[in-house]
């Protein structure tokens, strides 16, 4: 059966004193978590550390927002697969869509990423979702066909065990838009079709799909309640723990 999993996405925000209270402040709530729920914060690279250690002994997984698709060298300012493994951090956020937007990050280099990712043993939480404009072409269902076949779709079936899917619509990230529960469903519906007549229907049935774009408290409970959504990525939101506890709480 499907976990459910809700990711928190810092995104740049909360130094390191600020993590380690937020994720006080996260722990305290979670003794009435249920094991079949997944909690993951992704902090930036400078709190993984403190992340790390405040989530010892609980439930809390810590993932990290990128990392570089060499595993070493002349990359300044970059972190890679190893470094992450190495501060006991096994998770990792691919392909976002501000890592597209503002950091040119193609297909081509996320299937990159997702390669030496999963070379190195490391958990993928991989993004993907269309534009405004591609929706309002009706063009979002080939998008995310795409995005999926040029980053992923070259994978082993042994290789999905490391990769949870999150379908974010650019146009909902940040901006308080947020996918229709029926639009949420109906592209995770789309996705696991799609999973199917590439692999199976057992794989199509195992892999985890989250949605993200501008889920709050308000609004996490009916799109939760889908039959192919099994959580979110929360950005905004997950930055006050009685929002982002509130979100748990919604399956
Ligand atoms: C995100 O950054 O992945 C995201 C979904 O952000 P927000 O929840 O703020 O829309």
Not at 163 to 170: D, N, Q, R, S
Request: glycine residues 8%; contains cysteine.
């Amino acid at each position: 059966m499907r976990k459910h999993i809700v990711a928190g996405n810092w995104k740049m925000n909360k130094n390191a004193t600020e993590t380690k209270a937020l994720l006080s402040d996260v722990k305290s709530s979670l003794g009435q978590l249920n094991s079949s729920k997944r909690i993951i914060v992704a902090p930036p690279y400078t709190s993984l550390f403190v992340a790390k250690e405040s989530a010892k002994d609980s439930l809390l997984e810590v993932a990290a927002q990128n990392m570089h698709q060499s595993n070493s060298g002349a990359f300044t300012g970059e972190i890679s697969a190893d470094m992450l493994i190495d501060i006991g951090v096994n998770i990792v956020i691919l392909g976002h869509s501000e890592r597209r937007a503002y950091f040119g990050e193609n297909d081509e280099i996320l299937r990159e990423k997702v390669n030496t990712a999963l070379a190195n043993g490391l958990e993928i939480i991989f993004c993907f979702g269309e534009l405004l404009e591609d929706r309002i072409a009706n063009n979002h269902f080939h998008v995310v066909e795409q995005q999926l076949t040029n980053v992923l779709f070259h994978l082993k079936e042994d290789d999905w065990k490391k990769i949870i899917l999150a379908y974010e619509p650019v146009w909902a990230i940040g901006t308080g838009e947020t996918a229709t529960p029926d639009q949420a469903q109906e592209m995770h519906q789309f996705i696991r079709k799609l999973i199917t007549k590439q692999y199976s229907d057992s794989l199509a049935n195992e892999v985890s799909i989250l949605y993200g774009g501008s889920v709050k408290p308000s609004n996490a409970k009916e799109i939760f309640s889908k039959p192919d959504v099994d959580g979110g990525l929360i950005g905004g939101a997950s930055l006050q723990a009685g929002d982002f506890m509130a979100i748990v709480d919604a399956f």
